[in-house]
C-alpha cells in the first residue's frame, strides 16, 4: 500500500472537498442534526467530513448530494481528494487503471485488492496501525471498496488475478471474514469478465515472487505496468521494461492453476474451514 503524503502536503481537493460540504450546509441552512436525520449518518461523523477530519466515502457523498440537489459533484470531489492523497505515481496509476479495458494482476502475499471484501479489508488496511489511533482506516476501506465498482457494468474491463497459494495459507484472524473472503472469490468468477487462478506451490520458483504487479491495457493500445513491494511502488512505462514484465506474467500463468482448477481448490478451503470453524448456533 502507498504511503500517504504528509498532512502538511493535504491535497487542493481534500480542502476544496470539505470547504464545499461546509459551504452547501450554511447555504441551505441545515444542522448536522438536520443532516443526520436525513442521511442516517451521525452528526459527529459529518461535522469531521466537513473540518477534514475524516475523508468520508462514496456512499455518504452520494447521500450529501441527493440532499443538496448536486447531483455527483461531491462524489467527483472525493474521488480527486481520494487519489491525491496518495503519492503522484500511485494516483497516476489509479486514473490509467479507471481507463484500461484489460488489467493483469498478480498478488503474492494478500488477496488482491480489488478482490478483497470489506472484513478483510479492514484487516490487511489496519496492519501496522495498531500502535497509534488512526482514523484514516474506514476512510481507506471505503476508498478499496469503491475501486471494485469498475469490475461490474457493461464498461469494465477484462480483469485476470494470479494469486500465490502463500496468499491462501495467510488467513485472517476473524474465521468468518475469512470464509466471507473465499466465498466472495467464488462469486467474482462468476462474472464473465474476471478469471481467477491460483499459482500453487509446485510452481516452484518464479520472477514474480515477493511481490505484487499489475498489467493495465489502455483504449490506445499502450500498456503500462504498476511494480509494488514492501517498501514501496513503482509505475513503469518504458516499452521494454514493460515488455519483459508482461512476458513473465504470461510464463506465471501458464505455471498456475486453471480457473476451473482455482474454484475447486478455494471451494476445498471453504469446506476445511467451515469444518474447523464452530457453530455460532
Not at 477530519?53 to 462524489?75: I, K, N
Given at each position: 500500500?502507498?504511503?500517504?503524503?504528509?498532512?502538511?502536503?493535504?491535497?487542493?481537493?481534500?480542502?476544496?472537498?470539505?470547504?464545499?460540504?461546509?459551504?452547501?450546509?450554511?447555504?441551505?441552512?441545515?444542522?448536522?442534526?438536520?443532516?443526520?436525520?436525513?442521511?442516517?449518518?451521525?452528526?459527529?461523523?459529518?461535522?469531521?467530513?466537513?473540518?477534514?477530519?475524516?475523508?468520508?466515502?462514496?456512499?455518504?457523498?452520494?447521500?450529501?448530494?441527493?440532499?443538496?440537489?448536486?447531483?455527483?459533484?461531491?462524489?467527483?470531489?472525493?474521488?480527486?481528494?481520494?487519489?491525491?492523497?496518495?503519492?503522484d505515481r500511485y494516483a497516476k496509476f489509479m486514473d490509467l487503471e479507471r481507463r484500461a479495458s484489460v488489467q493483469y494482476t498478480y498478488s503474492s502475499g494478500v488477496i488482491p485488492g480489488l478482490l478483497?471484501?470489506?472484513?478483510?479489508?479492514?484487516?490487511?488496511?489496519?496492519?501496522?496501525?495498531?500502535?497509534?489511533?488512526?482514523?484514516?482506516?474506514?476512510?481507506?476501506?471505503?476508498?478499496?471498496?469503491?475501486?471494485?465498482?469498475?469490475?461490474?457494468?457493461?464498461?469494465?474491463?477484462?480483469?485476470?488475478?494470479?494469486?500465490?497459494?502463500?496468499?491462501?495459507?495467510?488467513?485472517?484472524?476473524?474465521?468468518?471474514?475469512?470464509?466471507?473472503?473465499?466465498?466472495?472469490?467464488?462469486?467474482?468468477?462468476?462474472?464473465?469478465?474476471?478469471?481467477?487462478?491460483?499459482?500453487?506451490?509446485?510452481?516452484?520458483?518464479?520472477?514474480?515472487?515477493?511481490?505484487?504487479?499489475?498489467?493495465?491495457?489502455?483504449?490506445?493500445?499502450?500498456?503500462?505496468?504498476?511494480?509494488?513491494?514492501?517498501?514501496?511502488?513503482?509505475?513503469?512505462?518504458?516499452?521494454?521494461?514493460?515488455?519483459?514484465?508482461?512476458?513473465?506474467?504470461?510464463?506465471?500463468?501458464?505455471?498456475?492453476?486453471?480457473?476451473?482448477?482455482?474454484?475447486?481448490?478455494?471451494?476445498?478451503?471453504?469446506?476445511?474451514?467451515?469444518?474447523?470453524?464452530?457453530?455460532?448456533?
Open positions: 500500500m502507498p504511503k500517504r503524503k504528509s498532512e502538511s502536503a493535504d491535497s487542493n481537493a481534500r480542502s476544496m472537498l470539505y470547504t464545499t460540504l461546509k459551504r452547501l450546509r450554511e447555504e441551505s441552512g441545515k444542522s448536522l442534526q438536520d443532516l443526520q436525520d436525513e442521511t442516517t449518518y451521525d452528526r459527529g461523523y459529518l461535522h469531521k467530513l466537513e473540518t477534514g477530519a475524516r475523508l468520508g466515502s462514496p456512499e455518504v457523498m452520494a447521500a450529501l448530494d441527493r440532499v443538496y440537489g448536486t447531483r455527483t459533484q461531491l462524489q467527483q470531489l472525493w474521488t480527486l481528494a481520494s487519489d491525491q492523497a496518495f503519492g478483497q471484501t470489506e472484513g478483510y479489508a479492514t484487516e490487511v488496511l489496519g496492519l501496522g496501525r495498531r500502535d497509534r489511533d488512526d482514523v484514516n482506516l474506514l476512510d481507506d476501506v471505503a476508498a478499496r471498496m469503491s475501486r471494485q465498482d469498475m469490475l461490474r457494468g457493461g464498461g469494465a474491463p477484462h480483469f485476470r488475478a494470479l494469486i500465490d497459494e502463500a496468499a491462501f495459507q495467510r488467513i485472517a484472524a476473524d474465521p468468518k471474514v475469512w470464509i466471507d473472503q473465499l466465498e466472495s472469490l467464488l462469486d467474482w468468477m462468476e462474472q464473465p469478465n474476471i478469471a481467477i487462478q491460483v499459482v500453487p506451490f509446485a510452481a516452484g520458483m518464479h520472477s514474480l515472487l515477493g511481490g505484487s504487479l499489475t498489467v493495465l491495457w489502455l483504449p490506445d493500445g499502450k500498456s503500462v505496468v504498476y511494480s509494488e513491494s514492501s517498501t514501496g511502488g513503482d509505475l513503469i512505462e518504458e516499452p521494454g521494461r514493460v515488455e519483459a514484465l508482461r512476458l513473465s506474467y504470461d510464463l506465471l500463468r501458464d505455471k498456475a492453476l486453471s480457473p476451473e482448477q482455482s474454484a475447486e481448490f478455494i471451494a476445498n478451503l471453504i469446506k476445511e474451514h467451515k469444518a474447523c470453524t464452530p457453530d455460532p448456533t
